[in-house]
């Protein structure tokens, strides 16, 4: 091992990945754990060693258990390297000399690229909030509730001035709830919880009687719900400004409604992250209930491509405590795929973790249910802009399926959405929506947009200082 | 052409026109690129009828993902001829296709680093003054400098050929194919063929799909692919699969009109109307073309990187967002496949395009047509015979 190979390398540093590296570590093999922030905990932890936030009522006891995480990494023994955006994992070479197949890492840190060669990659990419076009969203003032959330972890900071929150899910009311722990001004909630939504969830119910959010949620629930206007049944919402959120206008029972607020939050759910996976050529499917690509794993977490796995969210939603099994999971297959861990200890050491991960996956199909988003929130209305970098609006993808666009990728080429600096994490489940409904057929067969590294911005600069050709590479490798 | 023949198949997707049921096409052209949508285009402008089919969706490929440059410059001196008629069709090309394709004639120079790279430039204008052609010209420092004022001050001098500029590969293709469309051509999307054969006069091709189409005559525009389409009928070609780069980086203010190459390295350069500046040149990546797919090389998507550092350092600062790479056929003397099979009659090749066909698509398309409706060309195709890979 040299500082620039591992066996293992693990991408993300939330529940996911802070597990399966201290796992992974444990049974002796060199790991590296490579992160974007400055500081363990992903986002669902974000900050959770140094955030302002010393009220530990204010953000909860969920969120504080995230600190629990990083005694295990610290005594693993895991490389942490924080601050490296990781913008390409390449397949293992067919054709490497000297039979070394190794799959290699671009990453940028401290504004320098470099390349790194693993044996194994776990991918811990975590969830993204799911994207919410409505008319106004790009307007300043109108935020998702997720970056919210970042703000108060990382720095204390609530919105000032008239707030509303407004859409569905789990994070909504958790945000709310540490809204109204720190004090905060919430106007409104807006619901947008389609009210159908509750006969096709009430099935699922027993399977939710059995999950360990049930009482936490209910408990989170009613509390907001006693201390904020909470208006549901919302079926169309819209931002208006000049400039600037002004108003909030909302359509409940048939009528319209309008609120005054200098902040709207957003949020409608999340999505796994997959756009690293798909870069690197990993298989993924539509998945029907939670209305999303994911990529496809068997039990241990392994995707189509040979020696790269999937931890966490980013596999699937599934919350961060399933996050943290699946990641164990995901460290022991690297560990008997590298023969440091035979069959037999693979499986007696994974028992107790899936019957964690089972128990922490109790009652998701009832949230997921529960929470699924209206379609006029999905497929929105045609002068709605569903790419912002290239500002395409839904009209624009209906006209060029008529001009016989026939999925996201044509798509791409047509309207140019989804080629801006997001790479499409902002309009592509929206963008397959749209043209699924247009075309009269599933997500599942228009699919959906073909991503490239960089999946993550890197300058120029950077690129043209990466080691060139096999002799360079060797040189980094040695040193 | 007295015979026709006829078409079953699945019913088309919605997104291929009018459907190909109970069709009886006199010319089957494999494959959906620009070459195969021209050749579709110039015939449905001759009253034949034509049917296309493509493996994956038109323009998914090369045709959709290339550079886009419009170049005369710097080409093998036998695509010279061929080139310089094209450049015809492409000043003209809305005419052709009704839409403009996103085509703009800004020119296209090569850089000099060195004099003796300015030397060597200037004996290939010489030599292609002696061939009668006048499209290239040298320049020296000052014109370069007016030309391109981003341009790295240790540059001398470059080769420009003016007239040549830069289209939109995806629209330039779907272009094609629509205007082949409304004079009745038609596209069969999805299905790759799996067998090609001639009984009786009659071709018969066959796709994964379970598709089975016939007619009388039959074109191979199969690009990555179009090997396995002529070892069907017994004439193997060295063609080898290649991934050519680029990447593209995040919109800066406009600074550069015309495309610039250089001398001694491989680079193609290019500033979008939107600002997003287009980096390539043929650097290659790995291709899987039984998977469809690419794996990008970033130690020489870095060798790009530092080239375009060293010509233009206005773009030292800039951010790369995405970088991919298509999938292209390259021949072993680097120059295409163009004219009637060797061992059939009937059936015409156009492909191994070798990293430099968008240019050539619309006159390639009128060759292919007037080999087919004619028996024979004005322009020189010799060179391009499938016959010269022959033991």
Not at chain 2, 346 to 357: E, K, V
Request: proline share 6%; aromatic share 6%; hydrophobic share 40%.
């Amino acid at each position: 091992m040299s500082g620039f190979d591992f066996d293992i390398a693990v991408v993300g540093a939330g529940p996911a990945g802070l597990a399966a590296a201290a796992r992974a570590a444990a049974g002796g093999a060199s790991v590296v754990l490579l992160d974007e922030q400055a500081e363990p905990g992903g986002q669902i932890y974000r900050a959770v060693t140094e955030t302002p936030v010393r009220d530990r009522r204010i953000l909860g006891p969920d969120y504080w258990h995230g600190a629990e995480l990083l005694g295990p990494l610290r005594d693993s023994g895991a490389a942490h390297w924080p601050g490296s955006t990781v913008w390409s994992v390449a397949r293992a070479r067919e054709d490497a000399a000297g039979g070394r197949r190794r799959i290699q890492i671009g990453l940028s840190r401290d504004g320098s690229a470099s390349l790194l060669t693993v044996r194994h990659v776990i991918l811990a990419t975590g969830a993204l909030e799911r994207p919410f076009p409505i008319p106004g969203w790009t307007l300043p003032g109108v935020l998702g509730a997720g970056a919210a959330q970042v703000l108060l972890k990382t720095s204390g900071l609530v919105p000032s001035g008239a707030t509303v929150m407004a859409g569905s899910g789990p994070l909504l009311w958790l945000l709310a709830w540490q809204y109204l722990q720190a004090g905060a001004r919430i106007d409104a909630i807006l619901d947008t919880t389609p009210r159908e939504n509750w006969r096709a969830a009430l099935p699922l119910l027993p399977g939710f009687l059995r999950s360990p959010y049930l009482g936490k949620g209910m408990k989170l629930l009613l509390e907001v719900r006693r201390k904020a206007t909470v208006i549901g049944n919302v079926t169309a919402l819209r931002a208006e400004g000049d400039g600037v959120l002004r108003t909030v206008v909302y359509t409940r029972n048939g009528s319209e409604h309008r609120l005054p607020a200098e902040t709207l939050l957003l949020h409608q759910g999340v999505l796994p992250n997959l756009n690293l996976a798909n870069a690197t050529g990993c298989a993924q499917r539509w998945d029907e209930v939670q209305r999303c690509w994911r990529p496809t794993t068997d039990d241990w977490g392994a995707t189509s491509v040979e020696g790269v796995s999937l931890a966490g969210d980013g596999a699937g939603i599934g919350g961060a405590r399933a996050a943290e099994e699946a990641g164990r999971l995901a460290a022991l297959d690297a560990l008997h795929r590298l023969g440091r861990l035979d069959r037999a200890g693979r499986d007696r050491a994974a028992e107790p973790v899936r019957a964690a991960l089972d128990r922490a996956l109790a009652g998701r199909a009832f949230l997921d249910t529960l929470y699924r988003p209206a379609e006029p929130f999905r497929v929105p209305a045609d002068d709605t802009i569903v790419c912002r970098c290239e500002e395409i609006t839904a009209g624009a993808v209906r006209e060029a399926v008529r001009l016989g666009c026939s999925g996201p990728n044509q798509a791409k080429s047509f309207l140019r959405c989804g080629m801006g600096p997001c790479q499409g994490r902002l309009c592509g489940p929206t963008v397959t929506e749209v043209i699924a409904a247009e075309r009269g057929v599933s997500p599942a067969e228009v699919g959906y947009y073909r991503l490239r590294p960089p999946v993550k911005p890197i300058t120029l600069a950077e690129l043209a200082a990466l080691p060139k050709g096999e002799a360079d590479l060797d040189a980094v490798l040695k040193h | 052409m007295s015979e026709t023949g006829t078409a079953s198949g699945p019913s088309s997707s919605p997104s291929s026109g009018p459907g190909t049921a109970g069709f009886r096409p006199d010319v089957i052209v494999i494959g959906g690129g620009l070459h195969g949508c021209s050749a579709a285009l110039h015939l449905s402008m001759r009253g034949v009828r034509v049917l296309v089919l493509e493996k994956d969706h038109v323009a998914r490929h090369a045709s959709g993902v290339n550079a886009g440059g419009v170049r005369q410059l710097g080409r093998h001196v036998a695509e010279v001829p061929l080139s310089v008629a094209s450049m015809e069709l492409w000043h003209r090309i809305g005419e052709l296709v009704d839409d403009d394709c996103g085509f703009e004639s800004h020119g296209q120079i090569k850089v000099a680093e060195t004099e003796e790279e300015l030397d060597g430039l200037q004996a290939r204008v010489d030599e292609l003054r002696a061939l009668g052609f006048g499209h290239e010209e040298t320049i020296g420092r000052d014109e370069l400098r007016a030309l391109v004022p981003a341009i790295a001050d240790h540059c001398v001098g470059a080769l420009v050929s003016r007239r040549d500029g830069a289209a939109i590969p995806f629209r330039t293709t779907f272009a094609f194919r629509r205007k082949a469309i409304a004079l009745g051509a038609r596209f069969q999307e999805g299905g790759a063929v799996t067998r090609l054969s001639r009984r009786g006069g009659l071709w018969t091709v066959e796709t994964a799909e379970g598709g089975r189409f016939e007619a009388p005559v039959v074109v191979n525009c199969a690009g990555a692919w179009a090997d396995r389409i002529a070892a069907q009928v017994g004439e193997p070609v060295p063609l080898e699969v290649i991934a050519p780069m680029l990447m593209i980086t995040a919109r800066v203010p406009p600074f550069i009109k015309p495309v610039v190459g250089a001398a001694g390295r491989t680079l193609s350069f290019k500033q979008f109307p939107n600002g997003t500046v287009l980096i390539g040149g043929g650097l290659l990546g790995r291709a899987e073309r039984d998977e469809n797919r690419t794996e990008l090389d970033f130690s020489q998507v870095s060798v790009n990187a530092r080239t375009v550092w060293d010509l233009f350092p206005i773009m030292r600062g800039a951010t790369v967002v995405r970088s991919w790479a298509g999938i292209e056929a390259r021949m072993p003397d680097q120059i295409p496949v163009i004219g009637p099979s060797g061992t059939e009659p009937d059936l015409f090749h156009a492909f191994g395009f070798s990293a430099h066909g968008f240019q050539l698509g619309p006159i390639v398309g009128r060759i292919t047509a007037d080999l087919i409706t004619g028996g024979s060309t004005d322009l020189p195709i010799a060179p391009f015979r499938i016959g010269r890979f022959a033991a």
